[in-house]
Structure formats: structure tokens, C-alpha cells
T-cell receptor
């Protein structure tokens, strides 16, 4: 069945460094992907999305890369700040489906 | 925050009691969702709604029921709460293909 997972459950970086959070997906028919950020005690917050007809999409300090060949998704955060400390997880869907499949998340810790 | 509120934000109840959680949205979105989030499991879909009185089951629907009598409100009911239903519950709405989440309800069943 479908599954979305993450390579690393935790990631610790120094303030100012770039962070890379990875995600693998198994459904080759998935065509829409989202990254969420979840701070402690809060609901998931939409960060950025990408469709399968794109390889890269940039936002403010964030970039999502999609490699359909190996079914891999990554989130890059530039100049990581303490406020970026949170759990990040990806989700995917297929063919305009309203249902998303969520990964378990990677906890990012930014050290001052 | 996509105009989503959840109530209550925290609740402690006893096994066997009924519990209803409310999700309210202000932006007339057609799709609404209920998820639960547990350590090691990520977000799991309980039920969702695609319109007034139109609902369907998600992957973990056993022990839960939902109702949507008007566009803005989506209710999740635990008819007889069990300790395994201790969790954080999130409501979400769908805009295009993206989903936006409410602040969550922390439910503890003793």
C-alpha cells in the first residue's frame, strides 16, 4: 500500500547552517507533495508544496526538491534559525485525491 | 490559520463516556477532515466530509462517528471513549489539494 516515510527521525543543526530533511514515498502514482511544519503544541502548518511536473520549487528560505526516479522528496531550509525548530513531515496524494498520506516526521533542532 | 477553530482544546474524560469534539471553519470550505496524531504513527485519518451530510470513513474510523449538518461545523463523536482513544485530534480543511489544520484537541481518556 501507500506509505510516506522519512530517512531520519531527528536532525540537529547549528544556527545559520542549511538544513536538509528527506522523505521517501512509495506510490509511484503520487503527483502532489506537501511539507508541513509542526511546533510543539500546535497544529501542522503548511510550508510548501510541489507537483510531480516540477523538480524544484522555492519559497522564502525553503526549497523543495522532487526526484521522481527514486521517489524522494527533500526540504531544504537556508540559514536555519531557532524558530525553525519543529517537527517536519511530508505528505503525498494521487491524482487530485483529497486524501493525503502523511509521514511520521523528522524533529529538527537548531542549536544557537 | 485558515479560519479553523476546535473545541474544546483540552478534555479529560473517563472510559465509557461519550465525547464530542467540534471543528468550526469560517471560509465555506467543502472538505473537512478529522485526524488523530499519536507518537510513532503520524497523522491518521479518522473520517472526512465532502459536503453537508456527506461523510466517509478513513483508515482508523472504528469507535468514531461524525456529523456535518452545516458547512461550517464538523463534529467528531466517541460514543463510548476508551483509553486507546487518548490522543491529539486535529481537524483540517481542504483548499485545492492542500490541507490546513486547526490547533488540535488533546483528549485524555482515563
Amino acid at each position: 500500500g501507500e506509505s510516506v516515510g522519512l530517512h531520519l527521525p531527528t536532525l540537529s543543526v547549528q544556527e545559520g547552517d542549511n538544513s536538509i530533511i528527506n522523505c521517501a514515498y512509495s506510490n509511484s502514482a503520487s503527483d502532489y507533495f506537501i511539507w508541513y511544519k509542526q511546533e510543539s503544541g500546535k497544529g501542522p502548518q503548511f510550508i510548501i508544496d510541489i507537483r510531480s511536473n516540477m523538480d524544484k520549487r522555492q519559497g522564502q528560505r525553503v526549497t523543495v526538491l522532487l526526484n521522481k526516479t527514486v521517489k524522494h522528496l527533500s526540504l531544504q531550509i537556508a540559514a536555519t534559525q531557532p524558530g525553525d525548530s519543529a517537527v517536519y513531515f511530508c505528505a503525498d496524494s494521487q491524482g487530485g485525491s483529497e486524501k493525503l498520506v502523511f509521514g511520521k516526521g523528522t524533529k529538527l533542532t537548531v542549536n544557537p | 490559520d485558515a479560519g479553523i477553530t476546535q473545541s474544546p482544546r483540552h478534555k479529560v474524560t473517563e472510559t465509557g463516556t461519550p465525547v464530542t469534539l467540534r471543528c468550526h471553519q469560517t471560509e465555506n470550505h467543502r472538505y473537512m477532515y478529522w485526524y488523530r496524531q499519536d507518537p510513532g504513527h503520524g497523522l491518521r485519518l479518522i473520517h472526512y466530509s465532502y459536503g453537508v451530510k456527506d461523510t466517509d470513513k478513513g483508515e482508523v474510523s472504528d469507535g468514531y462517528s461524525v456529523s456535518r449538518s452545516k458547512t461550517e461545523d464538523f463534529l467528531l463523536t466517541l460514543e463510548s471513549a476508551t483509553s486507546s482513544q487518548t490522543s491529539v485530534y486535529f481537524c483540517a480543511i481542504s483548499e485545492s489539494e492542500s490541507q490546513y489544520f486547526g490547533p488540535g484537541t488533546r483528549l485524555t481518556v482515563l
